[in-house]
């Protein structure tokens, strides 16, 4: 029998990469149900995406591309949560709004850091640690070097090589 009803792991996905598979296998294990929320600015993602000269892509084209990977799932729901507006500190305003947005979760799936966070702000939430080096790669390494794009996920690869070769044109 699986430890929690449904399970939440938050990320930028930007872009989604092996160690987030990490997780989300993980949490498939561990839940019955699965909630994979994409939770970002837009303008802020873009803005990192321009200085690492990296393509942007939209939510909906990464979470399709999760989605694409766990397509023989039935037990998983994606969501996009925008963050625009939320003061990056304001962890009340944000954790209120994401509880308006995401319901019905009794396991959040993050990096240690995280822990006051949801702690504090999703009482009700069993926190499930994470250690994001397990897997040593990052959104950031992938932006700022095109030779960790490997370590994408299969479901986007090409399309941001493509995007990569058009920037270069």
């Known amino acids: 029998m699986k430890r929690f009803k449904n399970g939440c792991f938050v990320g930028k996905f930007l872009p989604p990469h092996i160690g987030h598979l990490s997780v989300i296998d993980r949490a498939l294990s561990e839940c019955?149900?699965?909630?994979i929320v994409l939770a970002e600015d837009l303008k802020h993602s873009k803005t990192l995406c321009e200085q690492a000269n990296f393509p942007y892509f939209s939510?909906?084209?990464?979470?399709?591309?999760?989605?694409q990977h766990y397509k023989n799932y039935n037990n998983i729901n994606f969501i996009f949560f925008d963050e625009h507006g939320i003061k990056k500190d304001d962890l009340k305003t944000w954790s209120k709004k994401f509880k308006?947005?995401?319901?019905?979760?009794?396991?959040?799936?993050?990096?240690?850091?995280?822990r006051y966070l949801n702690e504090k702000y999703f009482p009700e939430c069993t926190f499930i640690p994470v250690d994001r080096d397990k897997i040593?790669?990052?959104?950031?390494?992938?932006?700022?070097?095109?030779?960790?794009?490997?370590?994408?996920?299969e479901e986007g690869k090409s399309q941001v090589y493509k995007k990569l070769n058009d920037l270069k044109k």
Not at 32 to 35: A, I, R
Request: charged share 40%.
């Open 32 to 35: 019955e149900k699965v909630t």
């Open 59 to 67: 939510p909906k084209e990464r979470l399709e591309w999760i989605r």
């Open 100 to 114: 308006e947005k995401v319901k019905g979760i009794d396991a959040k799936y993050a990096d240690e850091s995280y």
């Open 136 to 153: 040593n790669i990052h959104g950031t390494d992938i932006r700022n070097n095109p030779e960790n794009i490997k370590f994408m996920i």
